[in-house]
């Protein structure tokens, strides 16, 4: 039985509680094609951080929308995440070819040009970027 308070929150099948990727995953599914695998998941978000910090939270909550790239072995599938968490996609926004390079990515947030937005993903995705492009390197 989970710990009061956990109860709502989604568990896997070993009883741990989900990671956010996890999560952003098993929500992307729905958008791609049957069968068409994922290789990478990447948590992004439209407006700046420094939005927040100069105007304050509600102003940035109230520009800012959340992205998941779902990245295949065919395209780079830009999904709709809303407005209060990356967590469940609900909606495509833009597709990017497989072939686009997502980094090299450095400092602490990292900039994404995804048709008409600039994404931002934050350096706790820096290694799924890197996943995504060696992927890319790989194949060529």
Known sequence: MAPAGLAA???????????LRDAMRDS??????????????????????????????????????????????NRIVVLDAGKASMKKARGVVTELPRSTRLGPASGLWHKIPAGQETLRVHRRFFKDIETADNVITATA
């Open 9 to 19: 929150l989604p568990f896997n099948h070993q009883g741990d509680l989900m990671s």
């Open 28 to 73: 992307a599914v729905p958008y791609l094609e049957p069968g068409e695998p994922v290789q990478a998941v990447i948590g992004a978000q439209t407006a700046s951080q420094w939005l927040a910090a100069l105007t304050g939270v509600f102003v940035f909550l109230g520009f800012n929308h959340y992205r998941i790239l779902a990245v295949t072995p």
